[in-house]
């Protein structure tokens, strides 16, 4: 499994690594650090599968659909490409995809000061899982895990992060309870190191325990 990620690069200067409904896309979005993001993030994933599979990026097609109600959004699906699941998510200033061989992925990547509001508690953590620690990165840390998990489910923030009850900051990455339908075991989580004041996740639904390749890039 490889999970890279990357500094955001300027959505004007890598829209043509885009496909049509991923530049439409991208247009809607008002702020000019949110197109940053999801363009870098497009571009990332296009270009880390045209690697792992030895194919030219611009070639690929993803579908999405959601597991609730049907509609086009939800993990991305690879198109034509069997036994290939992927993932993608951004946050401050990173972005970061997911390419798994070994079952379905999730990845989540959260800017560290995001986590640092008073109602964390509330909307995070069930009652076992609190109070919520005063760190914001170890915040950030419990909000990856459980969200790269939902993410690999296809149920993403549909199903409530308080319903899933992931291990202590300082501890080993696992799931401890699921409270929600279709529980994912066997499922395993792995943080990885993507610089300062982010912190990032990796679920993947697969027997044993996945080997992760990080991979630091460049999009510009």
Do not use: N
């Not at 990620?5 to 949110?34: F, H, T």
């Not at 270009?47 to 097609?61: W, Y």
């Not at 959601?66 to 990173?94: F, T």
């Not at 990845?107 to 009652?127: N, Q």
């Amino acid at each position: 499994m490889t999970v890279a990620w990357a500094r955001p690069a300027r959505a004007e200067v890598i829209l043509d690594r885009l496909d049509d409904g991923e530049r439409a896309r991208c247009a809607q979005l008002l702020r000019p650090s949110d197109r940053d993001r999801y363009a870098s993030a497009h571009v990332l994933l296009r270009a880390e599968l045209g690697r792992v599979l030895g194919a030219d990026p611009s070639g690929f097609r993803f579908a999405a659909t959601c597991r609730l109600c049907g509609g086009p959004h939800g993990r991305p699906r690879l198109l034509d490409q069997l036994g290939i699941e992927v993932s993608l998510s951004h946050a401050g200033e990173r972005v970061a995809v997911a390419i798994s061989t070994v079952g379905a992925v999730g990845v989540d990547v959260e800017l560290d000061s995001a986590c640092a509001f008073d109602g964390f508690a509330d909307v995070a953590l069930g009652p076992a899982e609190r109070p919520a620690p005063p760190d914001a990165h170890e915040r950030a840390v419990i909000w990856t895990r459980k969200e790269a998990l939902l993410k690999s489910v296809g149920f993403g923030l549909a199903i409530a992060p308080d319903r899933v009850v992931v291990s202590a900051p300082a501890a080993a990455p696992r799931l401890v309870k699921w409270s929600a339908p279709d529980d994912p075991r066997p499922v395993h989580l792995v943080d990885v190191d993507i610089g300062p004041r982010h912190a990032a996740s990796v679920a993947a639904l697969c027997a044993q325990p996945p080997a992760v390749r990080l991979r630091p890039t460049r999009l510009d």
